[in-house]
């Protein structure tokens, strides 16, 4: 019994592994298990200790570890495991399908309550920390507009579908911010802007010998809602230059909310919250085990069932006794 | 019965007017009274309905009032005010003496825990949003160095300390920020910053006739703790152009963590909340009467005691129900 908190990680691809390194700088918390859909033999870890298992075997640690901290896709992956190691774990995730939240939050409150553990879902920077700056400017400025640009950054979901495309043997997107709007935003003109007015996406595609470039860029350009809407520009590159220029895995973006106080709301109050990131998902993972911590707190407190990045005090997240917070940081 | 939250005002400058108009913007508050140590019949407020009444008859009026909004100064008002009021209503105040917040913290928890009542204590911008954002930096990326610029806006400290210079009519002190070190610190490079290198203080004065403007300017550049330490910019002006042009209450600046992941913290990770305000008294309000709602629904809830910003769960701040709140903002 060491007084740490014991973590485990489900799901071992970028996010799982920046997870294992945010869990290393923090000194109240150890890494007890790795869980892993492959072969665990095949899955090297970093920290020494740590056990590597199968997903399958989890049930089997539930004495050992405080909170699992969910690592796997949003896709497929959250929708079958969050529910189910909800019923035995406390747990943390960063599901991300925005318009299926309301009915992902359900299935995990039911599972959480029932087995009176604690679940905070959705957590990491959108949904997560974009959406609590919404939330709080909304309340503080309710006479306002609000924008959330994204990028420059590496789209998943925009990447996978230039990837899915006959003749592409690699692609990537970068969704970046158009800076025209921008500037527009924050000199708190209130612009209404469209889709295409605030993002440009930038392919980057290595064609498999043979096939016909132009055509390859026409599907993409044309594709409804990834790029049609959108200016979109694609180009080709050589795999050599792909594998040195882009496998990093930048992201960023801002949410800026532009209100009017005063009688006649004559004064312009900007809000911005804003990240430059070079490593999404070590950012992401250190925001989710930050929420591991929180969800540790919550759960030793009594509470149980779903939360969200708005109903979690801020305090939990931080590892600093409440009167050394008062006292350096208020 | 309305099923509003039914608010008071201690004090009517500035932050209190703020309090009215932001109370206005929330259909979900009313405000009952403002409480003055004026005499009342000579304040004039915007609020039908609303009484005005002198702070001796506060208590009074404990029946009608769900949260005080505390908009005293922290120097004098808020250490006699604060715990008095505590004793009798929830609370939310501003106060912001930075080094004297622990001690303050102590007596509003006595005071507020006596009464079983909550007393959200040092909300605004800062102490407030920027010690959230400085205390979430911090947990989400423990490796990392953190800055808090202010400014460009008017620092009443060092405005008043002008003012008590013999021969000095009118004075005021703009907080700058040194652009070039914001460059250094958003582009990553974790730069060690002594207090000159941050900000310059400009200010602006208007001088009786016949004093020695050289030895005013002097006074000031040479008054330790204020202005010797800092690069401080002095101009005259006319009092007609001191009224046209600096009477406003602008004010803003910027909460940045420069921090890095990695296994060698080869990433850097930019984490910035920035303020750009035109007034900053009436976003102070938006903030305080936010944090209002916040402690009416603690109360309901059945805590007590004092809290900071650390301690409230963000949805307390927001009128919308929490499955609205996943639905549109997460």
Same mark, same amino acid.
């Given at each position: 019994m060491t007084g740490k908190i014991r973590l485990g990680i489900v799901g071992y691809g970028n996010l799982g592994k920046g997870a294992e390194l945010a869990i290393a700088k923090n000194p109240d918390m150890e890494l007890v298990a790795v869980f892993t859909r492959r072969e665990p033999a095949a899955v090297k870890i970093n920290t020494e200790n740590a056990r590597v298992l199968p997903v399958s075997r989890a049930e089997e640690m539930a004495a050992e570890i405080d909170v699992m901290v969910l690592c796997g896709g949003s896709a497929t992956d959250l929708p079958e495991q969050g529910p189910m190691l909800a019923g035995k774990f406390n747990t943390v995730d960063s599901f991300d399908t925005h318009a299926k939240i309301p009915e992902y939050y359900a299935r995990m409150d039911a599972a959480a309550s029932a087995a009176h553990k604690v679940s905070i879902i959705s957590? $990491?920077?959108? !949904?997560g920390l974009f959406s609590l700056n919404r939330m709080l400017a909304e309340a503080f400025l309710p006479a306002g507009r609000q924008y959330t640009f994204w990028g420059r950054g590496v789209s998943q979901g925009h990447s996978d579908a230039i990837r899915?495309? %006959? $003749? @592409?043997k690699y692609g990537i997107q970068y969704t970046i911010p158009v800076a025209e709007a921008l500037e527009r935003v924050r000199s708190g003109e209130n612009p209404v802007l469209t889709v295409r007015d605030r993002h440009i996406r930038d392919c980057y595609v290595v064609a498999e010998p043979g096939t016909d470039k132009e055509e390859i860029a026409r599907t993409i350009r044309s594709m %409804?809602?990834?790029?049609?809407e959108y200016e979109t520009r694609v180009t080709f590159v050589t795999e050599e230059e792909f594998k040195r220029v882009h496998t990093a895995t930048p992201h960023g973006g801002c949410v800026i909310h532009s209100g009017n106080t005063g009688a006649c709301g004559e004064h312009k109050q900007l809000f911005e919250f804003s990240l430059k990131l070079d490593s999404n998902p070590e950012f992401t993972a250190g925001v989710l085990v930050a929420y591991a911590r929180a969800a540790c707190r919550l759960y030793r407190e009594g509470q149980y069932g779903a939360k969200t990045i708005f109903d @979690? !005090? !801020?305090?939990? @997240?931080?590892?600093? !006794?409440a009167d050394k917070l008062r006292r350096e940081l208020l």
């Open positions: 957590i $990491g920077w959108d !949904p899915r495309i %006959p $003749g @592409v %409804p809602h990834y790029f049609a @979690v !005090p !801020p305090a939990f @997240v931080s590892p600093w !006794p």
